[in-house]
DNA sequence: CACCGGTTTATTTTT
DNA sequence: TAAACCGGTG
């Protein structure tokens, strides 16, 4: 038996052998599905004898795709260096890299992340001269985003949004274009248009990928899908992994129907499904089983283990969050002590702000515990700022990046100054970086010299650039810039200073892994490393329990996992309860929050928790109560109290509680304050009016608070009737 | 441009 | 509650 297939169950077997043709293979959570996905290229390339370039293997993370790589790496004891192993924006970004030129872009273009888009959105709006308050740039960036991929007219937006997006949507892309930059969408979308006008490019392509695997099928949107139909016209040898109960970024654009329309699209799609589970015990899976079924939306489908029934799951109910805190904080203890390392242990939770108690508490106890999906590396300001940098050294017209950092460390070229530059370049036609040599520049005097000293600077920055290694001319930027000299003043320097030297190594390794000498390409590929790896390499092995999202968990397992805050409202989330669609969504994800246990699943949730500033009593989850009570020992509160009804009624009046709650005191505050007057302060309690200044006043509480002075009209404070 | 104080707002986000 | 954000002021 041939050593690729000989521990492969029969399923699998048939997954990896479907050689030609659509395949579409349903992989229930923990079926082996990335051991299917390797298993097939390993197969296709030393027992079909498919040469490795005529590959293409697509998935969702750098993490995916670089263990791939390892693994097939490791499978056939070669290198898979230059691979087509990668995300669907890494391959774009090669893509481009060859052909952009016939879209009218550069090669040396430039991706953006989304606060460069948000940060841009803004710039656009400005020169419009929109308000950015009636509607945030934040608010307009998911929209202008979803108009590349989905395709809804603007004015199905309604108003306002509409106007506004018929406004600055259009000079966003200008503005993207004019400057060389990419957003992560454009990457999908130029690739698209790129295959579609340039017959020959696509026949290029579609020749070289005679072999397809798209991992995560169930996470594809409308761009992607089109993209995997153009470049597999000719011979249909697709091979999709995927299962809708896990498809959780329907809010990004994923589109669940892309199966079907695979299905629909593709002749003689042949499905393999993998139901054997390797991962949970049986008990775990009965559970999310249980809970994905009250889905209508969804093929039928069951997994069944390979690991016996194992403990029963724990529902534990505390008092409050503190009590959940604790409980789970004793709870890893007595695993740890049982012989359980922390780093086999996850803590899940719906919103970000959940990590929170946690990482109090953990703190207070000394608990090992790390935070996975933190504000990356790549998005501190100091790496954005050197990055911006090295933009404008290898394309100086990039406007934005100049603009980043003109300034920055402060050089004396204000606001005023850039503004006039920016104007004057709008009208003239030039970038930035140009315009300064310009005579009819409306800047004169000592901002003018300075702006002719930034653009020497970044001259000299070129030149050394082709001369010396990326060691050293970091270190040169770091001083001619005068970075370096502004962080020794900048209390958090020493820290930034440290991420800068990491940034340096990542500069050095890339260095080493192209197979160019050229520097300028080189930074190139660098900095799209840098744009496409946003997400922050793993924590070096530390041995500490993981926090983080569901969402964060989806393709990894723990022997040990807690699902936290399991309260109607917090999970479900409030603003899902009313859509179906969004309901089921939730549920998917809390089967792939229950799929991540392999051993001890610990279910936790709390009568009452502090809930912006009020507290909040929340039924429980209904996820809970769709699972079979006997697969469940139940810890806490749980016992006595039968609070189980779920009832969502309070929470449609909480809004409305409030807001009248708001206008009220508004009202009461409309009444003149005078000195002498008894009040009540909403965070100091009660007090006396000392004195009134136009709309200021000053009041006495008790002594713990003293003297404080106050907006009169402010709706904390409520005057006391006599 | 740094600070203060008041206002607003509180999902998830692989790229 | 708390953190981000905005606008006014020294």
Known sequence: MDRLLKDLNEAQKEAVLSVEGPVMAIAGAGSGKTRVLTRRIAHLIDNVGVPKDNILAITFTNKAADEMKT?????????????????????CARILREHIEHLGYTKNFQIIDDDDVTQMIKIVMKSLNLDVKTIKPNKLKPHILNLKSAPETIESYGEPLATYLHKVFPLYQKKLKENNLVDFEDLLVLTIRLLEEQPQVRKHYQQQFQYLLVDEFQDTNNLQYDLIRLLSDEKGNVF?????????????????????????????????????????????????????????NRIEKTLHSTRGDGEKIRYFKGYSARDEVEYIADTIEKLHREGYAYEDMAILYRA????????????????????????????RKEIKDIVAYLRLVVNEHDDYSFRRIVNEPRRGIGATTVEKLANYCDNEGFSHYEAIEKTTLPVSGAPAKKLKAFKNMIETLQKRLGQVDFNVFLDDLLDLTGYKKALENDERGDVRYE????????????????????????????LEDIALKSQEDEKIDSDAVSLMTLHAAKGLEFPVVFIAALEQGMFPLYRSLESSKDLEEERRLMYVGLTRAQQRL???????????????????????????????????????????????????????????????????????????????????GEGVVVSVARDQCVIAFSKEHGLKTLMKNHPAIVKKEE
Do not use: C
């Not at 097939?72 to 391959?91: E, K, N, V």
């Not at 030297?501 to 300028?520: G, P, R, S, V």
């Open 240 to 296: 999709i992994v995927g299962d809708e109960d896990q498809s959780i970024y329907a809010f990004r654009g994923a589109n669940i129907d892309n199966i079907r329309k695979f299905n629909n699209d593709y002749k003689n799609v042949k499905t393999v499904l993998l139901e054997k589970n390797y991962r949970s015990t049986n008990t775990i899976l009965k559970a999310a089983n249980q809970v994905i079924s009250e889905n209508k």
């Open 602 to 684: 610990f279910l936790t949730n709390a009568k009452r928790r502090q809930l912006y500033g009020e507290s909040v009593a929340n039924p429980d989850s209904m996820f809970l109560k769709a699972i079979d009570p006997t697969l469940m020992k139940l810890e806490g509160l749980n016992r006595e109290h039968a609070d189980n009804e779920v009832r969502y009624t309070r929470d449609y009046n909480r809004t409305k509680r409030i807001r009248a709650r708001r206008e009220s005191l508004n009202s009461y505050t409309e009444k003149d304050l005078n000195k002498g007057d008894k009040i009540v302060h909403k965070a100091f």
């Open 352 to 379: 970000n702000s959940t990590s929170r108690m946690f990482e109090e508490g953990f703190m207070h106890k000394r608990l090992p515990y790390k935070v996975i999906g933190n504000t990356s590396f790549f998005k």
């Open 71 to 91: 693994r097939i790496a490791s499978l056939l004891s070669m290198s898979t260096y230059r691979m087509w192993i990668s995300t669907f924006h890494s391959m």
């Open 499 to 526: 991420n800068i030297q990491e940034l340096k190594t990542m500069l050095k390794e890339t260095e080493n892994t192209y197979a160019t000498t050229d520097k300028e390409t080189l930074l190139t590929y660098v």
